[in-house]
């Protein structure tokens, strides 16, 4: 069998290719959406001189020694992406059926990396699995830290950046070297004085507006673009077919857009924030594009915003803490419901119908609500939703059992007045089960990488946490996440057709990992429904949006605002509360 018909073969059967020569890589297996892991090679060099190994599709790998260190012969650089055993390794040989040999390459390495993918795979053959092996790119297994839009608006923005943002021209002084040189200075001698240094600044200045002005104008054609080609995939949404877009065909995960995205206005602020046009060494970055986008959103839903949802750690308050008295967000969140706005705190802490634990972690923002007196018409604009969607609380003022005085707090919702019929249908049997099977996977991560955490197990989820202020890896983090969710993956398509599918959440929350039933997809669905706001009213600002957070689901349900620590989210807020409508009882005080 030729090489090409090994390759075409591949492809017929949705194989998984193990490729170790070097030569140019078959874009079509990529089409084909193949996985493919091939040898880096072994010249010492830069593994991206060579193809396939420096194609970004492909999973290139490296060989590593008995030391677990990178073998000294083994190709390296920005297009490895794993490296494994590769040195003294036996292998079978030609000759006869018992033929054996000790060799070392990035190919004996290779065929590890391959037998882990087709092992992975196996775990999860059913197309509901986003690592089904006859729809896995093998790219989506790179992007696990990406966001593909964000990367495509980075990587056009970088062409005017490498083209057009050149080094800056340096303001050449002279150096005092002797006196006559102090002399030609104060006496009028020849050397460059400072009317001279003047004007180079002078001719600096008049040379670097242009050149920054020209180069803003490029951004704000590409962002132009951008924003054309989102409305585009919009309208084809809107008609059923968002597939035929010329953005889903160039970022095929791209998400849904619930609203316009002004982002040639949105880069215009944030070049007056961060100069972006004017640096000269360091382009436009991850973070700058997701701020711009955070910012074209705000823009954009302002008028209509109904309702507004916020994940609680990392992006009300730090991870682990509490709302304190001090925060700069209790008069923004009490703004937003002066604009009629409905506020929900949606959080993956679960705390069946306990009150008590929510206002212990909100304590700060309902000590506020209660030294501001806020009447019980608008303190019935706050929610609290834990458990990403099963313990719904309202708040509003009520007696202290205690000490019998009229404080405010929050008030559990019995969930027969707001959870859908799906929901209910959730038998408590079958979700203790499903834990079970979450569980068992969780104890074999924490054995199998020595991890220094406990579980624990709620009613509704189950999880990893550390032990002692243990800092756990994110990669880590991520196994437990991915592993856990593929096994109960599998655990629900062996499941009989008696059982009701359970939807779940196993994701990373920073420095713990847990498995939670339902998810915020259905949390601000059901917030939608209980409080009548349609997808394009509705906004939620959280910090998980990669896709091993749990934020990352809300965005087929709702316009949303990916922030990194509670002070962005104070800035976002500075930028949303002055385009919000109050009502006329409301505007003098907000």
Same mark, same amino acid.
């Given at each position: ?14 194989? /998984? ?5 070097g ?5 079509s ?5 193949i996985?493919s ?24 790998v ?10 000294? &012969? ?8 794993v490296?494994?055993?590769g ?9 006869? +059926? ?9 190919s ?7 037998g882990l993918?087709?092992?992975?795979l196996?775990?999860?053959p ?9 729809t ?5 297994? @790179? ?5 593909p839009?964000i990367?495509?608006? @980075?990587g056009? /923005?970088?062409?005017? &950046? ?12 002279s +150096? ?15 050397g460059?004085g +400072?009317?001279?240094?003047?004007d ?10 242009p ?12 962002m132009k ?18 597939e ?19 982002l040639?206005?949105a ?8 100069? =972006? ?17 955070n ?39 009490i ?6 706005l409905?506020?929900a ?8 119908g ?13 000590r ?5 007196? /806020? ?5 019935e ?6 458990g ?13 059992e ?6 405010v707090?929050l ?8 959870q859908?019929?799906?929901?209910l249908?959730?038998k408590?049997?079958? =979700?203790?089960e ?7 996977n ?9 991890l220094?955490?406990?579980?624990l ?8 946490? +550390?032990?002692?202020?243990? @800092? ?22 062996m499941?009989?057709?008696s @059982? ?10 920073g ?5 939670? =039933?339902g ?11 209980y ?5 394009d009213a ?7 949006f990669l896709s ?24 976002v807020? #500075?930028? /949303? ?9 409301? #505007?003098?005080?907000?």
């Open positions: 069998m030729s090489e090409i018909t090994g390759v075409e073969y591949v492809m017929q059967q949705h194989l /998984l290719l193990s490729h170790t020569k030569r140019e890589h078959k874009g297996v990529i089409i084909a959406a996985a892991a091939v040898a880096a090679e072994n010249e010492n060099d830069d593994a991206c001189k060579r193809s396939p190994s420096s194609a970004e599709e492909t999973i290139t490296g060989a590593s020694d008995t030391k677990d260190t990178r073998a000294s &012969f083994s190709n390296r650089g920005s297009c490895t992406d490296f494994a055993p040195v003294d390794l036996l292998s079978t040989w030609i000759g006869n +059926p018992k033929a054996k040999l000790a060799g070392m390459g990035t004996m390495a290779t065929s590890h990396v391959a993918i087709a092992y992975y196996s775990l999860a059913n197309t509901a699995s986003a690592f089904y092996s006859g896995l790119s093998p790219k989506q297994m @790179k992007e696990l830290k990406r966001d839009l990367e495509f608006i @980075k056009l /923005l970088l062409t005017p &950046f490498i083209l057009h943002a050149k080094p800056r021209k340096p303001v050449l002084t +150096p005092v070297v002797d006196g006559s040189d102090i002399g030609g200075q104060h006496g009028g001698g020849s460059s +400072p009317n001279n240094q003047d180079d600044r002078n001719d600096y200045q008049e040379e670097e507006k050149m920054v002005d020209a180069n803003l104008q490029r951004y704000l054609e590409i673009s951008v924003e054309v080609m989102i409305e585009e995939h919009r309208r084809k949404a809107l008609k059923g077919v968002p035929h877009s010329r953005l889903h065909r160039i970022v095929p995960s791209v998400a849904t857009f619930f609203t316009s995205l002004p040639e206005t880069f215009l602020n944030a070049n007056a924030k961060h100069s =972006i046009a004017a640096r000269r060494f360091v382009p436009p970055s991850f973070n700058d594009i997701r701020r711009i986008l910012t074209a959103q705000v823009m954009a839903i302002a008028p209509t915003l109904r309702l507004i949802t916020f994940d609680g750690d990392m992006t009300l308050y730090d991870d682990g803490t509490s709302f304190t008295d001090t925060s700069p967000l209790i008069s923004l969140l703004t937003l419901m002066r604009a009629n409905r506020v705190i949606v959080t993956a802490a679960g705390y069946p306990d009150a008590g634990k929510y206002e212990e972690r909100l304590a700060g923002l309902l506020a609500f209660q030294k501001y007196n /806020l009447s019980e018409k608008l303190l604009c706050f929610y609290v939703l834990g990403e969607c099963n313990y719904l609380f309202r708040c509003g003022w009520k007696k202290n205690a000490s019998g005085e009229d404080v707090g008030t559990y919702i019995q969930p027969e007045t707001y859908p019929e799906g929901m249908a959730w408590p049997d079958e =979700i203790q499903f834990l079970d099977v979450a569980e068992e969780l104890r074999r991560c924490v054995s199998a990488m020595n220094k955490a406990t579980i197990r709620k009613s509704r989820a189950v999880g990893i946490v +550390p032990l002692n202020g243990a @800092k756990i890896a994110r990669e880590q983090l991520d196994e437990c996440v991915l592993s856990t969710q593929q096994r109960l993956l599998e655990y629900q398509q499941s009989g057709p @059982k009701v599918a359970i939807p779940f959440c196993a994701f990373n929350g420095n713990d990992v847990f498995v939670d =039933i998810n915020k997809l259905i949390g601000v669905q059901v917030l939608q429904s409080l009548g706001a349609a997808p509705t906004l939620h600002v959280g910090d998980q091993t957070g749990n934020d990352f689901a809300t965005r087929s349900s709702c316009c949303t605002l990916w922030i990194v620590n509670p002070e962005e989210t104070e800035s807020l #500075k930028e /949303l509360t002055p385009l919000l409508r109050f009502p006329a009882e409301e #505007k003098s005080e907000a």
